[in-house]
């Protein structure tokens, strides 16, 4: 299937939608929604400075972060954007405790259910650095007339769909179904999202490592060892590889998306199992770098979409990025 550059987002999902006779639109329906919630963020954080909700809002969230006045937003947004379609059985965010379930004033009965980091790298707002959204779409699998936790903990190899917004100099939106993985920038001129980066794909091998090298002096021997494997001057094998940490996840990967490189943040002694979220950030990003031929592992150098989640909130270790770069991790790892 070719899709021509300047397609919109509207005519793309249709397109994917055909490539399944059987399909009802629900999916397709539930996207499009999803979408205009990305809409309405991106331009809330585009004029954020101009309308006072900027800053701290003075509470804290499930993992005991600080909240923003716009993570409050974001996930507010998103909850109200998709809460009442039908399309739902129910939804996860990284921003609240347990499952929010659809209220019984608005249909019930979805097929689907969607997790979401609403404001991934929510610290750098003040400063006017690249954050993002990332989300991720299940099947319903439970019997229950409700969604329940066997729902939404399902490995990354049920998914139906995961992408992010990036915001930045331009927002981006970037999906896969299980199709390939195409890239968006949205026209503020018509509020519609735009096909620019058709069938992305990873470069085999980059020259971009990214890690928070503030926290080395809690990283083991193996990290060191494969932090100093990157920065080595070897010309025959393209190093040094260029450090490169903005301290948001959606935007690090978006970029070693495009450029190639890879994204590291492995355990250390403070997070042992490691940090980032397995359901709302590693998950979502592993089945878009491997749709655009990348690779993604944890410590142990699992699969992350092949590792089982045990609860919504669960932590994990995350090597990300240009294939050959992962597997070169891994095999540092041992």
Known sequence: MTTRLGTTITKKIMEEQRQFPKATGDFSGMLYELVVGLKVIAYEVNKAGLMSILGQAGSTNIQGEVQQKLDIFANTTLIHKMDHTGYLCGMASEEVDDIIEIPDRHPQGGKYVLLFDPLDGSSNIDVNVSIGTIFA??????????????????????????????????????????????????????????????????????????????????????????????????????????????????????????????????????????????????????????????????????????????????????????????????????
């Open 137 to 334: 779409v299940y099947r319903k699998i439970s019997d229950h007339p409700k969604c329940t936790m066997e729902d939404f903990l399902q490995p990354g190899t049920q998914l139906l769909a995961a992408g992010y917004a990036v915001y930045g100099s331009s927002t981006m939106f970037v999906y896969t179904t299980g199709l390939g993985v195409h890239g968006f920038t949205l026209d503020p001129g018509v509020g519609e999202f735009i096909l620019s980066h058709p069938n992305m794909k990873s470069p085999d091998k980059g020259g971009i490592y990214s890690i928070n090298e503030g926290n080395s002096i809690n990283w083991d021997a193996k990290t060191h060892k494969v932090v100093e494997h990157f920065k080595a001057n070897d010309k025959t094998d393209g190093r040094p590889y260029s450090g490169r940490y903005i301290g948001s996840l959606v935007a690090d990967f978006h970029r070693n998306l495009l450029k190639g490189g890879i994204f590291m943040y492995p355990p250390d002694k403070k997070s042992p199992n490691g940090k980032l979220r397995l359901m709302y950030e590693a998950i979502p990003l592993a089945f878009i770098a491997e749709q655009a031929g990348g690779m993604a592992i944890d410590a142990t150098g699992r699969r992350i979409l092949e590792i089982p989640p045990k609860e919504l909130h669960q932590r994990t270790s995350l090597y990300i990025g240009s294939r050959q770069d992962v597997e070169t991790v891994r095999k540092l790892l041992g």
